[in-house]
């Protein structure tokens, strides 16, 4: 992104085209060619169709009654999407979930980090406790999710065994959120109040946050006045979300503890700590474990060959342990977990609000950004774009490995900014940007030392992909 000078030098100056509609007609209009006359992925491609441009004018839902401002420009390439990284141009104030900001009685009153701009003093400390709470699991990662993937794959088998089949979701589900209680504060929840409800009442606490942008399959004239057109109220889910709450106060006493002296509240910290677990984390691996699935499983035999003869080579050579700097030498394996968050990005919505008047530039035009104007880039456009990534749409497997494939590296975006910089307090990118990569690994490897290879139908869900398990080969031992 360059100055208005720069730009001129470049790229000749166009207006952005597209408008808003009559005021609230033009909302409605196209909330519903987003959710069901169209789909999200036809409602900006047939957009940048019309327009000719990568950059537009649009509406993006919820819409009227819940958000006061639809207006959005719209990024759909990977040379204009950066911008909505760089806080010297755009805030990020209450932008989380888009054009509108669910109630803060879902979070005990608190505005909660991810929903805070890094000028804010709150957020250094809270981002600088999340880094904390990574710190002080570093050495429990791997041991609990060997162990806590380990029964997943069991319950899998068991499955197969007797039905012929076996759904990822619902165990996968579970084993995400006991790793994660296990790894960051030492605590086995079945050994709880909370039993095994965890990821029911996180689904519940995080629908009613995030309905205004899902579709459920409901039929139009009843889902849309449901979920988008008032907000569901906090109070119904009350309940469980202090179920949530008593857990993560009882078992994060230490990482408390590090909150006060870094001048954070028990409460304030104990809901900042919820929050980061059950909706950034444990949310990322529910969308990212059944994409990996996904994506490797429909690849084929040939894939599952050359994964499982680089990951047990290289475990071998280390003693038969899974190690940190051991998966940094499987490259293959790498770049799988790379191209799936590229192709299938988890959080795949990005806003930020113009600072100031900006230009930004796509790979054909500049356009000029009046100071308050929201930006919006959907990322699996921005990450797929055929300017950058030769056969985008595809899943190929190799494609970060070398030196070539690591420059493309920084064009990858799924942690709130490019995969080659990392989280800090003055950023909004993801504080658990490494910990996502490192899960996302442990499961493939996992899978491999395991299985010579395995087969799956798929379908969709209102967050992602939804897996069946057809069959599984386990290791040969000869």
């Given at each position: 992104?360059?100055?208005?000078?720069?730009?001129?030098?470049?790229?000749?100056?166009?207006?952005?085209?597209g408008d808003?509609?009559?005021?609230?007609?033009?909302?409605l209009?196209?909330?519903?060619?987003?959710f069901?006359?169209?789909?999200?992925?036809?409602?900006?491609?047939?957009r940048?169709?019309k327009?000719?441009?990568?950059?537009?004018?649009?509406?993006?839902?919820?819409g009227?009654?819940?958000?006061?401002?639809?207006?959005?420009?719209?990024?759909?390439?990977?040379?204009?999407?950066?911008?909505l990284?760089?806080?010297?141009?755009?805030?990020?104030?209450?932008?989380?979930?888009?054009t509108?900001?669910?109630?803060?009685?879902?979070?005990g009153?608190?505005?909660?980090?991810?929903?805070?701009?890094?000028?804010?003093?709150?957020?250094t400390k809270?981002?600088?406790?999340?880094?904390?709470?990574?710190?002080?699991?570093r050495?429990?990662?791997?041991p609990?999710f060997?162990?806590?993937?380990?029964?997943?794959?069991?319950t899998?088998?068991?499955?197969?065994?007797?039905?012929?089949?076996?759904?990822?979701?619902?165990p996968?589900?579970?084993?995400?959120?006991?790793f994660?209680?296990?790894?960051?504060?030492?605590?086995?929840?079945?050994?709880?109040?909370?039993?095994?409800?965890g990821?029911?009442?996180?689904?519940?606490?995080i629908?009613?946050?995030?309905?205004p942008?899902?579709?459920?399959?409901?039929?139009?004239?009843l889902e849309?006045?449901?979920?988008?057109?008032f907000?569901?109220?906090?109070?119904?889910?009350?309940?469980?979300?202090?179920?949530?709450?008593?857990?993560?106060?009882?078992?994060?006493?230490?990482?408390?503890?590090?909150?006060?002296?870094?001048?954070i509240?028990?409460?304030?910290?104990?809901?900042?700590?919820?929050?980061?677990?059950c909706?950034?984390?444990?949310?990322?691996?529910?969308?990212?474990?059944?994409?990996?699935?996904?994506?490797?499983g429909?690849?084929?035999?040939?894939l599952?060959?050359?994964?499982?003869e680089?990951?047990?080579?290289?475990?071998?050579s280390?003693?038969?342990?899974?190690?940190?700097?051991?998966m940094?030498?499987?490259?293959?394996?790498?770049?799988?977990?790379?191209?799936?968050?590229?192709?299938d990005?988890?959080?795949?919505?990005?806003?930020?609000?113009?600072k100031?008047?900006?230009?930004?530039?796509?790979?054909?035009?500049?356009?000029?950004?009046?100071?308050?104007?929201?930006?919006f880039?959907?990322q699996?456009?921005?990450?797929?774009?055929?300017?950058?990534?030769?056969?985008?749409?595809?899943?190929?497997?190799?494609?970060?490995m070398?030196?070539?494939?690591?420059?493309?590296?920084?064009?990858?975006?799924?942690?709130?900014?490019?995969?080659?910089?990392?989280?800090?307090?003055?950023?909004?990118?993801?504080?658990?940007?490494?910990?996502?990569?490192?899960?996302?690994?442990?499961?493939?490897?996992?899978?491999?030392?395991?299985?010579?290879?395995?087969?799956?139908?798929?379908?969709?869900?209102a967050?992602g992909?939804?897996?069946?398990?057809?069959?599984?080969?386990?290791?040969?031992?000869?």
């Amino acid at each position: 992104m360059g100055s208005t000078k720069e730009a001129n030098l470049t790229l000749p100056i166009r207006e952005i085209p597209g408008d808003y509609g009559l005021p609230f007609i033009g909302a409605l209009k196209d909330r519903w060619d987003y959710f069901y006359n169209q789909g999200r992925e036809e409602y900006f491609k047939s957009r940048s169709q019309k327009h000719q441009s990568t950059v537009f004018r649009a509406n993006m839902p919820p819409g009227s009654f819940i958000a006061s401002n639809p207006n959005v420009i719209v990024l759909l390439d990977g040379k204009s999407f950066p911008v909505l990284f760089d806080t010297s141009k755009v805030e990020k104030r209450d932008l989380f979930t888009g054009t509108y900001m669910p109630s803060t009685n879902f979070t005990g009153g608190y505005r909660i980090l991810s929903y805070l701009d890094p000028s804010e003093p709150n957020h250094t400390k809270l981002k600088n406790l999340l880094f904390f709470l990574l710190q002080s699991s570093r050495d429990k990662v791997i041991p609990e999710f060997h162990s806590t993937f380990t029964q997943l794959f069991e319950t899998l088998e068991s499955e197969l065994a007797s039905k012929g089949k076996a759904a990822f979701g619902d165990p996968n589900d579970k084993a995400c959120f006991n790793f994660l209680a296990r790894a960051f504060y030492g605590v086995n929840p079945v050994d709880t109040k909370l039993g095994d409800k965890g990821p029911t009442l996180i689904a519940l606490w995080i629908f009613f946050q995030l309905a205004p942008l899902l579709t459920l399959g409901l039929p139009s004239f009843l889902e849309d006045p449901l979920l988008h057109t008032f907000r569901l109220p906090p109070f119904l889910v009350k309940g469980s979300y202090k179920k949530l709450y008593d857990f993560f106060y009882n078992a994060s006493g230490k990482i408390l503890d590090e909150g006060e002296k870094m001048g954070i509240q028990r409460e304030e910290a104990c809901h900042n700590l919820l929050f980061a677990t059950c909706f950034n984390s444990y949310g990322g691996m529910k969308i990212l474990f059944p994409s990996l699935l996904k994506f490797i499983g429909q690849a084929g035999v040939k894939l599952h060959k050359q994964l499982a003869e680089e990951i047990r080579t290289v475990v071998q050579s280390n003693g038969g342990t899974v190690t940190m700097s051991g998966m940094e030498q499987m490259e293959l394996m790498k770049s799988v977990v790379y191209e799936t968050l590229r192709i299938d990005p988890p959080v795949p919505l990005q806003y930020g609000k113009a600072k100031k008047d900006l230009v930004i530039q796509s790979h054909d035009a500049a356009f000029e950004v009046k100071k308050g104007e929201m930006l919006f880039g959907f990322q699996p456009f921005a990450t797929k774009d055929p300017n950058i990534f030769s056969n985008g749409e595809e899943f190929v497997a190799e494609r970060f490995m070398g030196k070539e494939g690591e420059k493309l590296l920084k064009n990858v975006f799924w942690s709130n900014g490019p995969e080659t910089e990392n989280p800090n307090v003055e950023n909004k990118q993801c504080a658990g940007k490494n910990f996502v990569v490192l899960v996302g690994r442990l499961l493939v490897v996992e899978l491999f030392m395991r299985y010579d290879t395995f087969e799956v139908t798929t379908g969709t869900s209102a967050l992602g992909s939804t897996i069946m398990l057809t069959s599984v080969n386990r290791v040969s031992l000869d």
